[in-house]
């Protein structure tokens, strides 16, 4: 799941102070779930914009922003799309890339995206990948401590965790102590004693 969260109603009305005629597309997985481009998100959009004034020509909600195959997928999804001068994409950035890739009109996004995470029995989990390219998770135990620890800590702990908690921040729980954890509970304690090279970032 990308997480991202949605700008300030204000800054999207500032992106658009030269646009009109413009149609919406959502995105019904992750951007949904994080409440920032599913249908009700999209429809409360559409009712903000025309009362400030813009006029919104549609809107379409297609499974995923990321995964718009065509021109003509859209279309088929809602023909109005043909008369758009600017497209406003309630996705994360990769969903807004996509379709920057098959419109030949501007593309604006109403969401900054943060991180690489996930959902798991209705909650939502932030910052679980970073994305380096150098993946050795398994060696965690399933937790990325580059992403999950702030000191980005391939040898942990830092020994200044208190209660399993994170001293940088004390909401948090120490991954470090989550990596024992799941460790010892699959009979991997071994893994522990191996001293990680620094990554290579190149690839």
């Known amino acids: 799941m990308i997480i991202s969260s949605a700008k300030p109603f204000e800054e999207i009305l500032e992106?658009?102070?030269?646009?009109?005629?413009?149609?919406?597309?959502g995105c019904n997985v992750c951007a949904a779930k994080l409440h920032v481009g599913g249908e009700p998100e999209v429809l409360e959009m559409c009712?903000?914009?025309?009362?400030?004034?813009?006029?919104?020509?549609?809107?379409?909600?297609?499974t995923a922003a990321c995964s718009i195959s065509s021109w003509e997928h859209?279309?088929?999804?809602?023909?109005t799309i043909?008369?758009?001068?600017?497209?406003?994409?309630?996705?994360?950035?990769?969903?807004?890339?996509?379709?920057?890739?098959?419109?030949?009109?501007p593309v604006y996004s109403t969401n900054d995206t943060t991180s690489l995470g996930g959902s798991y029995k209705g909650e939502v989990y932030h910052q679980l990948c970073e994305m380096c390219g150098n993946c050795t998770i398994e060696e965690f135990g399933g937790l990325c401590p580059t992403a999950q620890c702030p000191k980005n800590l391939l040898n942990g702990?830092?020994?200044?965790?208190?209660?399993?908690?994170?001293?940088?921040?004390?909401?948090?729980?120490?991954?470090?102590?989550l990596i024992y954890e799941r460790l010892k509970k699959i009979n991997r304690l071994d893994?522990?004693?191996?001293v990680h090279e620094p990554k290579n970032h190149s690839k």
């Open 82 to 105: 043909k008369d758009a001068r600017a497209i406003l994409v309630m996705a994360c950035g990769s969903g807004t890339s996509v379709v920057a890739k098959v419109v030949d009109v």
């Open 47 to 62: 009712e903000r914009l025309e009362n400030a004034g813009k006029n919104v020509i549609g809107w379409v909600l297609p």
């Open 191 to 194: 893994l522990l004693e191996k």
């Open 15 to 25: 992106l658009l102070r030269n646009e009109d005629d413009i149609f919406i597309i």
């Open 74 to 79: 859209l279309v088929e999804k809602n023909e």
């Open 157 to 177: 702990p830092c020994g200044g965790s208190m209660n399993g908690k994170c001293e940088v921040d004390c909401e948090k729980d120490c991954v470090w102590e």
